[in-house]
C-alpha cells in the first residue's frame, strides 16, 4: 500500500477523493432526474394518444350503438386514424377493447404483435385491468399487464363512457 509521508500529499490525496465523489453524486443525481422526466413524457405521450383515440372514436361512432359495431364497419378509417395518432412515435400501439375486454382492434406506426395472441385466452384483457376501467379509472403502469404484453411496456388505458355507460377502452402503448 501507497503511504504518504507530507501533509501536502494527504491533502491533494483527500480533495481528489472529495471531487471524484462529488462527480459521482452529481452523475447519479443527472441520472434520477433524466429517466423521470423521460418517464413523465413517455406518460403524457401515452395518455395524449389514448384521450385522442377516445375523442375519435366518440365523434366518429357516435352514431352507432355499438363500439364492436362500429369498429367492424370502419376497421381501414380506424387503421388510419391509428397511424396517423402514432405518426410521432414508430413504438406506440393503440388498443380498442369493447365492454368485455375483447380485443377489437389494434395498431399503430408500429404493427406489433401482442402476447395474448399465443396464450389461451386470446384478445382478453387481463382481470384486474378490465375491472378497474369499468370503474371508469385510468390504467397506467409500466409492467407487463399480467402477462397481456410479451415484456415490460408502458401503457395508459383510457375507458370509453357514452352516457355514463362504459363501452370499452383504449389502451396506448
Known sequence: MLKIRSIFGKYIGTFFFITLLSFA????????????????ILTESLENAALSAVEYIK???GAYDDVSEYVSLEKSE?????????????????????????????????????????KEDVHNLPEPVLNNLKNGEYVHSTDD???????????????????????????AS
Open 25 to 40: 453524486l452529481l452523475t447519479t443525481t443527472i441520472t434520477a432526474i433524466v429517466d423521470s422526466y423521460g418517464y413523465s
Open 78 to 118: 380506424i387503421t388510419t386514424a391509428m397511424k396517423l395518432l402514432a405518426s410521432n412515435d414508430d413504438t406506440l400501439l393503440i388498443i380498442i377493447t369493447d365492454q368485455d375486454g375483447s380485443i377489437l382492434h389494434y395498431g399503430g406506426a408500429f404493427n406489433q404483435k401482442l402476447h395474448s395472441e399465443t
Open 145 to 171: 399487464m399480467s402477462g397481456f404484453f410479451n415484456g415490460e411496456h408502458s401503457y395508459y388505458g383510457i375507458p370509453m363512457m357514452f352516457g355514463g355507460e362504459y363501452k370499452g377502452a383504449v389502451i
Open 59 to 61: 365523434v366518429e361512432g
